[in-house]
């Protein structure tokens, strides 16, 4: 019995074909100048994206945030003196409008994790100060989605994960360096 059908890939077959494979050969038979070792890389890193997304969305989901949440709790944890920096500072690292910016603020505030704190350096400014809540719940979700990531590339040996890391890098640098290219995260 083949491992494939026209509607469906069946991982517990036994070669070291994957449902990229399968894609390739049959797109190619139609399409013959998509390059197959190209679109096996584009397809592949396409597919772990969205293992290691979904992995991340059932992280964010055990933690009660969302992706915005996260990644405002995360810069203050981790590019911030004191876990606090100024509303301003944090639209422009978020690249978020005022307006984004202080519902997602209210939000965390509402829910503990972030408090505002004034300004010592500015009687009219107010610092955005992570609580230890939020910090508990910050670390949680970065240790959480470590070993999600961790556990999805064990297929690999320590070599072949730096190797693939190297690889992936030099690929990486060489798009951003193309003029017009805008940079990712």
Not at 115 to 139: A, H, N, Y
Request: one cysteine or more; aromatic letters at 4%.
């Amino acid at each position: 019995m083949s491992r494939y059908s026209i509607w469906s890939y069946d991982p517990a077959m036994n070669d070291d074909s994957d449902s990229v494979d399968f894609c390739i050969t049959d797109i190619g038979s139609r399409y013959p100048e998509i390059h197959p070792e190209v679109e096996g890389v584009v397809d592949r890193v396409a597919a772990i994206g969205k293992h290691v997304t979904r992995a991340f969305e059932a992280t964010l989901a055990a933690q009660g945030l969302n992706y915005g949440e996260y990644k405002l709790l995360l810069r203050l944890a981790t590019r911030s003196k004191n876990r606090q920096m100024s509303a301003g500072d944090l639209s422009r690292a978020l690249m978020l409008s005022s307006g984004a910016t202080t519902n997602r603020l209210d939000r965390l505030e509402n829910a503990g994790l972030v408090r505002r704190v004034p300004d010592p350096r500015d009687r009219r400014g107010v610092l955005v100060e992570l609580t230890p809540v939020g910090e508990k719940q910050i670390d949680s979700a970065v240790t959480q989605q470590a070993a999600k990531e961790i556990d999805l590339l064990s297929g690999l040996a320590p070599g072949e994960l730096t190797t693939l890391n190297q690889l992936l890098r030099t690929l990486l640098s060489t798009i951003e360096a193309r003029p017009g290219t805008p940079l990712l995260g």
